[in-house]
């Protein structure tokens, strides 16, 4: 064996070894990161699984026309002032026998939710042949006595309910007069000072029109930003000027635009608050100089030859464009906009800026409507005391995320398909 | 503009990667002195193209020398010459499209029969349906092989009617002798062809907008020889119905299938001669040492 070969041998032992080192490293850090999303997944899925159902009473109620106050129930004025309270106190009363106490009777009252009115009141209109008679129906329970019934038996002696209450319950449970339904009225309703009566649906119809706006104003102002810079523009101290600050601006912290809307937009051109038109606008110039820097750079990867090619047919500049350089350089104009869509879908600081943090109870109609945004939403509940709040902030950053991967999906499924092409 | 800077900066990137290493030889030919004026016959009768004093400069650096010359109608002239000697930039100019490259100026009378090409009234989109040109490498659009050859004559509206345009799109693909390969997958994909018929596709694209010039920038370059053989039959069918101007590296090629070669040699014109004339008794000394292969 020559001393050479001798050499190569050694420094080879060593270079395999430090490029399993290397790939160790790599597999390492890669560990770490799902692990990572691991227990993120498991937190939030542990927390927020249970809100996705909730618990029913089963009363026996009987709608006494004069207890309601309701001689018509195909009348609607009638039923929205009729005393569905009233029918359920006595139905509980006439459950659970005995309770004279007014301390006690307020406890056995607060079993029940205070939305099971409109639980009974839709049950009228559906059906006014129920009227003067009795009934067994199913009324939404409170949050509390929800939270108990989801609680593990073991736990459940640490509940912050009184003991009288947890004995109604216990009955109640034992005589199957407990249910747990799918919460539909999560993904219904809006938000509620009531954790059992609050859901998400106007944050997602806010969260909806916002997006709509944010598109409608980022894709087709981005696209042409980056087309005219990179196929129009002369190339000097100006444009070089512009291409600097649209870099610089994709670095601005995010509640900066946000001061910026509301100094702009709010202050100076006296658009209401809160309304998704607004956060629309914020975001758009949040995402602008992401979706112009990806469309750049997706033009940029038109071949030169296929642009000289259709010059040489005699295309104008403008055809060059269409014909050939947006129709390649679309796909990853579009993976950039989802992408920056997404990133304008989690954001929360800007809008808490304009005022989109407010306490939304009904569905917005259309963008002017105050309204607002599922990670507001968010934020909004993890702030608040209620126990219940807890699962259902998780159950909401699911749907988030659900909504966020499917966005990044699409964006990765809109790139190979499209790619094909090429 | 960034575009056209990308294209030149790659375009150049290809001419340096051709560029043989300066011999012995070529720095004693340097002291041949350039001729007064072109040497052999750079004039025809009734030409096609008329081109005097043409001068082109990049930025401050001039690549072309008060180049005069005449492309006769119907004749296939070669341009040859070493590498970087100007040929690519001379051809360019012929159809304008050096107007893509910001620093690039040309000066000079340039006409296409009596139309002056760089006359500012004149729209470059109509003259590059006249004068078409096809590049070293094949650049077929990633569309389909029909959409590739009817973009030009939609471009110009040339077919009103479907029926009319699936003629032009045949007709063409048949010059290019393309047609009996292609007939089965017009709606697949250019790309997807091999290297000489994405090339003859590209051809059959120049050709489809009929018109009346048609420059060819080292068109065989990046192909093999029987791809290369192929197109040079072309080239031979087509000065039936087109005036052609080749830049070639190949000798051979320019023996082939050129009527007259034209010999640059860094921005000057120094000979043009009909093409038996130059390969077998050069006039000019710069001529001569490029043809034996001492340079280029
Ligand atoms: N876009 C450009 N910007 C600046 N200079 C250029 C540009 N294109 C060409 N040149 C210069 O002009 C001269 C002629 O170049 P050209 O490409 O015309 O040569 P060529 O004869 O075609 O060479 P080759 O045979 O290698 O293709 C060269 O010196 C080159 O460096
Ligand atoms: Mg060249």
Same mark, same amino acid.
């Given at each position: 064996?020559?001393?050479?070969?001798?050499?190569? %041998?050694?420094?080879?032992? %060593?270079?395999?070894?430090?490029?399993?080192?290397?790939?160790?490293?790599?597999?390492?850090?890669?560990?770490?990161?799902?692990?990572?999303?691991?227990?993120? /997944?498991?937190?939030?899925?542990?927390?927020?699984?249970?809100?996705? !159902?909730?618990?029913?009473?089963?009363?026996?109620?009987?709608?006494?026309?004069?207890?309601?106050?309701?001689?018509?129930? =195909?009348?609607?004025?009638?039923?929205?002032?009729?005393?569905?309270?009233?029918?359920?106190?006595?139905?509980? %009363?006439?459950?659970?026998?005995?309770?004279?106490? %007014?301390?006690?009777?307020?406890?056995?009252?607060?079993?029940?939710?205070?939305?099971?009115?409109?639980?009974?009141?839709?049950?009228?209109?559906?059906?006014?042949?129920?009227?003067?008679?009795?009934?067994?129906?199913?009324?939404?329970?409170?949050?509390?006595?929800?939270?108990?019934?989801?609680?593990?038996?073991?736990?459940?002696?640490?509940?912050?309910?009184?003991?009288?209450?947890?004995?109604?319950?216990?009955?109640?449970?034992?005589?199957?007069?407990?249910?747990?339904?799918?919460?539909?009225?999560?993904?219904?309703?809006?938000? =509620?000072?009531?954790?059992?009566?609050?859901?998400?649906?106007?944050?997602?119809?806010?969260?909806?029109?916002?997006?709509?706006?944010?598109?409608?104003?980022?894709?087709?102002?981005?696209?042409?930003?980056?087309?005219?810079?990179?196929?129009?523009?002369?190339?000097?101290?100006?444009?070089? /000027?512009?291409?600097?600050?649209?870099?610089?601006?994709?670095?601005?912290?995010?509640?900066? !635009?946000?001061?910026?809307?509301?100094?702009?937009?709010?202050?100076?051109?006296?658009?209401?608050?809160?309304?998704?038109?607004?956060?629309?606008?914020?975001?758009?110039?949040?995402?602008?100089?992401?979706?112009?820097?990806?469309?750049?750079?997706a033009i940029?990867t038109v071949p030169p030859s296929v642009r000289e090619g259709a010059l040489a047919l005699g295309a104008s500049?403008m055809q060059v464009v269409l014909h050939h350089v947006l129709p390649l350089a679309l796909p990853g104009m579009l993976t950039?906009?989802?992408?920056?869509?997404?990133?304008?879908?989690?954001?929360?600081?800007?809008?808490?800026?304009?005022?989109?943090?407010?306490?939304?109870?009904?569905?917005?109609?259309?963008?002017?409507?105050?309204?607002?945004?599922?990670?507001?939403?968010?934020?909004?509940?993890?702030?608040?005391?209620?126990?219940?709040?807890?699962?259902?902030?998780?159950?909401?950053?699911?749907?988030?995320?659900? /909504?966020?991967?499917?966005?990044?999906?699409?964006?990765v499924v809109l790139r190979k398909r499209l790619e094909r092409r090429w | 503009?960034?575009?056209?800077?990308?294209l030149?900066?790659r375009n150049?990137?290809d001419?340096?990667?051709?560029?043989?290493?300066?011999?012995?030889?070529?720095?004693?030919?340097?002291?041949?002195?350039?001729?007064?004026?072109?040497?052999?016959?750079?004039?025809?009768?009734?030409?096609?193209?008329?081109?005097?004093?043409?001068?082109?400069?990049?930025? *401050?650096?001039?690549? #072309?020398?008060?180049?005069?010359?005449?492309?006769?109608?119907n004749?296939v002239?070669s341009?040859?010459?070493?590498?970087?000697?100007?040929?690519?930039?001379?051809l360019?100019?012929?159809n304008?499209m050096?107007?893509?490259?910001? #620093?690039?100026?040309?000066?000079?009378?340039?006409?296409?029969?009596?139309?002056?090409?760089?006359?500012?009234?004149? *729209?470059?989109v109509e003259?590059r349906a006249r004068v078409g040109m096809v590049f070293q490498k094949p650049n077929p659009f990633p569309k389909s092989i029909y959409d590739n050859v009817a973009y030009g004559p939609r471009l110009h509206g040339l077919a009103d009617k479907k029926y009319d345009l699936d003629e032009i799109v045949e007709n063409s693909l048949r010059s290019a002798g393309l047609w009996n390969e292609v007939k089965d997958r017009l709606h697949s994909s250019g790309t997807g062809l091999s290297g000489g018929q994405q090339q003859r596709l590209c051809i059959a694209r120049t050709i489809a907008v009929s018109p009346e010039v048609v420059l060819m920038d080292e068109p065989c370059s990046a192909l093999d020889p029987i791809a290369t053989a192929k197109i040079e039959e072309l080239i031979d069918e087509l000065s039936e119905s087109y005036t052609i101007a080749i830049v070639t590296h190949s000798?051979q090629q320019a023996?082939r299938v050129s009527?007259?070669?034209?010999?640059?040699?860094?921005?000057?014109?120094?000979?043009?001669?009909?093409?038996?004339?130059?390969?077998?008794?050069?006039?000019?000394?710069?001529?001569?040492?490029?043809?034996?292969?001492?340079?280029?």
């Amino acid at each position: 064996m020559s001393e050479t070969t001798a050499k190569v %041998r050694k420094s080879l032992a %060593r270079r395999y070894r430090q490029e399993k080192r290397f790939q160790a490293y790599g597999i390492l850090s890669i560990g770490v990161g799902l692990l990572a999303l691991l227990i993120l /997944f498991t937190d939030i899925i542990g927390k927020g699984h249970s809100a996705f !159902f909730e618990h029913y009473i089963q009363l026996e109620i009987s709608l006494d026309r004069d207890v309601l106050g309701v001689d018509d129930a =195909s009348d609607d004025e009638q039923l929205n002032y009729a005393n569905f309270g009233g029918v359920i106190k006595e139905a509980l %009363r006439e459950r659970f026998p005995g309770v004279d106490d %007014r301390q006690q009777q307020r406890q056995l009252y607060a079993l029940v939710s205070s939305g099971a009115s409109y639980n009974l009141r839709d049950e009228l209109k559906a059906d006014p042949s129920l009227l003067g008679g009795t009934r067994n129906l199913w009324l939404l329970a409170d949050d509390d006595v929800d939270l108990y019934l989801k609680t593990p038996e073991k736990k459940r002696p640490e509940a912050r309910l009184g003991d009288q209450q947890k004995q109604w319950i216990e009955d109640l449970e034992a005589a199957g007069d407990t249910e747990k339904r799918f919460n539909a009225s999560f993904f219904s309703h809006g938000d =509620s000072r009531e954790p059992e009566l609050a859901g998400i649906g106007s944050a997602i119809v806010g969260s909806f029109f916002t997006m709509i706006v944010t598109l409608c104003l980022s894709f087709p102002i981005g696209v042409a930003a980056a087309i005219y810079l990179e196929e129009f523009a002369p190339r000097n101290k100006f444009t070089d /000027f512009i291409e600097v600050n649209i870099n610089n601006l994709a670095a601005v912290p995010s509640i900066i !635009f946000g001061l910026l809307g509301l100094a702009i937009f709010i202050n100076l051109f006296g658009l209401p608050r809160s309304v998704p038109l607004l956060g629309g606008l914020v975001l758009t110039l949040m995402t602008l100089p992401t979706i112009i820097i990806t469309s750049r750079a997706a033009i940029k990867t038109v071949p030169p030859s296929v642009r000289e090619g259709a010059l040489a047919l005699g295309a104008s500049k403008m055809q060059v464009v269409l014909h050939h350089v947006l129709p390649l350089a679309l796909p990853g104009m579009l993976t950039g906009s989802i992408i920056g869509m997404a990133q304008a879908l989690g954001e929360t600081a800007p809008l808490l800026l304009i005022g989109m943090v407010a306490f939304i109870v009904d569905i917005p109609g259309g963008p002017t409507d105050p309204a607002t945004v599922l990670p507001v939403q968010i934020y909004l509940w993890a702030d608040s005391p209620e126990q219940s709040f807890v699962a259902m902030t998780s159950a909401a950053i699911m749907v988030l995320l659900a /909504f966020l991967i499917t966005m990044n999906t699409l964006a990765v499924v809109l790139r190979k398909r499209l790619e094909r092409r090429w | 503009m960034d575009t056209a800077r990308e294209l030149d900066n790659r375009n150049r990137a290809d001419d340096d990667a051709a560029k043989p290493l300066i011999d012995v030889e070529e720095r004693s030919m340097q002291d041949t002195p350039y001729p007064e004026k072109t040497v052999g016959k750079p004039f025809v009768d009734a030409p096609k193209m008329k081109l005097r004093h043409v001068n082109v400069f990049y930025a *401050d650096n001039q690549a #072309i020398h008060d180049v005069s010359l005449d492309i006769g109608k119907n004749e296939v002239i070669s341009l040859i010459g070493p590498s970087g000697c100007g040929k690519s930039t001379f051809l360019r100019s012929l159809n304008r499209m050096n107007d893509t490259i910001d #620093i690039c100026r040309v000066k000079g009378e340039l006409h296409l029969d009596d139309q002056d090409l760089y006359d500012p009234k004149l *729209d470059v989109v109509e003259l590059r349906a006249r004068v078409g040109m096809v590049f070293q490498k094949p650049n077929p659009f990633p569309k389909s092989i029909y959409d590739n050859v009817a973009y030009g004559p939609r471009l110009h509206g040339l077919a009103d009617k479907k029926y009319d345009l699936d003629e032009i799109v045949e007709n063409s693909l048949r010059s290019a002798g393309l047609w009996n390969e292609v007939k089965d997958r017009l709606h697949s994909s250019g790309t997807g062809l091999s290297g000489g018929q994405q090339q003859r596709l590209c051809i059959a694209r120049t050709i489809a907008v009929s018109p009346e010039v048609v420059l060819m920038d080292e068109p065989c370059s990046a192909l093999d020889p029987i791809a290369t053989a192929k197109i040079e039959e072309l080239i031979d069918e087509l000065s039936e119905s087109y005036t052609i101007a080749i830049v070639t590296h190949s000798m051979q090629q320019a023996a082939r299938v050129s009527h007259r070669t034209a010999y640059f040699h860094l921005g000057r014109l120094i000979e043009v001669n009909d093409t038996e004339t130059v390969f077998t008794k050069p006039e000019h000394e710069l001529t001569e040492a490029y043809i034996t292969g001492r340079f280029g």
